[in-house]
């Protein structure tokens, strides 16, 4: 679904990642981890089509990124939910109608979409929040919301980019345990995370692999967990 072969991306005169391959099977779940700016953002910018590689090959669900167009590019994307970092919202529309926006400016906000909203905000814990703002929700209740938008579209892949990184110990788990929840979908999931509790914390309940981005390239940091 998404392979590297050999791939690089260079910006502003530098090389930022080298040398890079990896298949990412279906139904498959791994970690992210590096130190902060060893480059885990960018990594799953390529992985999603935001970024294309200055050299080497990156396919997105065997179409190769820098051939596509930029619909092409779209199309192929709404096969892959992200939770970003920054958790951007519409703070003048209520939460249930940010997590709906991918359904709507696809046009498939249908009756039967919007019955699987109501679904879905229950699913995360939101249900009696689907009406507040989003400057009204807490740290976790902003998290769990940019994972429901990220899954509102039913993707086979989802990239969550340190979802847990601004939220107490108990909801990281709470995060933890809905990600591998997707997994035990048929979902392939991918978490870049520099916390290394949480990764101990999923051997319990998922078989992972852990990735290390380290001096550009890309490590495998030991066996399945």
């Not at 992210?32 to 990156?58: D, M, R, V, W």
């Not at 065997?62 to 709404?78: C, H, K, P, S």
Request: glycine share 10%; proline share 4%; charged share 20%.
């Amino acid at each position: 679904m998404i392979e590297f072969d050999n791939m690089a991306y260079s910006y502003g005169g530098g090389e930022l990642l080298s040398e890079i391959s990896l298949r990412l099977t279906p139904g498959s779940f791994h970690f992210l981890t590096g130190p902060s700016g060893a480059g885990k953002t960018t990594f799953l910018k390529l992985c999603y089509g935001a970024l294309k590689p200055t050299s080497g090959q990156a396919r997105l669900f065997g179409q190769d990124v820098r051939e596509m167009d930029r619909d092409a590019l779209a199309i192929t994307r709404r096969r892959i939910g992200v939770v970003h970092q920054d958790c951007q919202f519409l703070d003048h529309l209520p939460v249930a109608d940010n997590v709906a926006l991918p359904l709507t400016v696809s046009g498939q906000d249908t009756l039967e979409q919007v019955a699987n909203l109501k679904e879905l905000m229950g699913w995360v814990g939101l249900g009696e929040r689907a009406g507040a703002l989003p400057p009204e929700l807490s740290g976790g209740e902003r998290q769990r919301a940019a994972l429901a938008r990220a899954v509102i579209m039913s993707p086979d892949v989802v990239l969550a980019d340190e979802p847990t990184g601004n939220v107490d110990w108990e909801m990281s788990q709470r995060l933890l345990q809905l990600l591998v929840e997707l997994n035990r979908m048929g979902k392939t999931i991918m978490i870049a995370t520099h916390d290394l509790n949480l990764i101990r914390t999923a051997k319990h309940h998922v078989q992972a692999r852990v990735l290390r981005i380290a001096n550009r390239r890309l490590q495998l940091a030991g066996a399945d967990l």
